[in-house]
């Protein structure tokens, strides 16, 4: 059982114009609607590849509903906790270009009260056939160390989990040991506090010394560049697929709920870089924060090159 936790979920309007004009009237061409977030945006990657998963979190107001109301719609099972604030409501901005500007709002105050009730829940569904993928940022009124708090207790009683966060977050996180991560390039040269871009040989290494914490998989992505696969004994790299391309965005989302979706079948890591290559490069050819369609990641999957490093 997969089950994904966003803690600052949102309403996301991705917004259509020829070029974003600072300090001017910008008339839009379009306006997307999508409930998201990135554990919910995990969940419907999962589910458009034929998995099943529960999507977990906090929601709260008509945006809260809405996001139910939508899963429900999408076949997508969700136990949520529910707070007395509105969630966050985030717009990416699309010019004719490609360029995305994103603008997103901080989230809600969550009390402890509230967080203790998410917690109990979770520790409630923990257990040896249960994978956890805490994703994205978390509302006000929640520290930085609640990744890792959730990771020690859910692996207690014998849970794996997916981190994909960054930051203190990230940093903290890591304490737990938790066992698949992707960071993206920034993220793990921000963590090694690097000043400069680092080569993918320098990259390998980093992840190396992540999977020393005990993390089995290491996945690294770098944009067009492609990606980096790590176990304590294989070491791959996928180049970037080439694609008509829309936006860039939930397309770390959609790598996420595709490697989440290999572990849980059990597929080798060969395969799991496939399905989570193809998914993300699907993703950037989405409109909004929408997953690729399953067809089109199979078709995708095809194209992917595996290099051994």
Known sequence: MIITVTMNPAIDKTV????LERGSLNRLKNVITDV????????????ELGGETIAAGFIGGGGGSLIKRVLQEQGIKSDFVEIKNEIRTNMKVVEANGFVTELNEPGPVVSLEELERLTQKLT???GEDVLFILAGSIPNGIGKTVYQNLIKKVKEKGAKVFLDADGELFVHSLKAGPDYIKPNRAELEEYY???YRGSEKELVKMGGKLLEKGIR????????????????????????????????????????????????????????AKISMAASAGAVTTRGTKPPAKELVEELMKKVEIIYL
């Open 193 to 195: 506090h690097m000043d």
């Open 36 to 47: 998201g977030g990135k554990g919910i945006n995990v969940s419907k990657t999962i589910r």
């Open 217 to 272: 998989i290491a996945a690294i992505s770098m944009g067009q560049m492609g990606a980096l696969f790590l176990t304590k004994d294989r070491a791959i790299k996928c180049p970037g697929l080439k694609v008509e391309a829309y936006s860039t965005v939930g397309a770390g989302d959609a790598m996420v709920g595709a490697l989440a979706f290999g572990i849980d079948r059990g597929l080798d890591l060969e395969d799991c």
């Open 124 to 126: 409630g569904y923990a």
């Open 16 to 19: 259509e114009l020829e070029q």
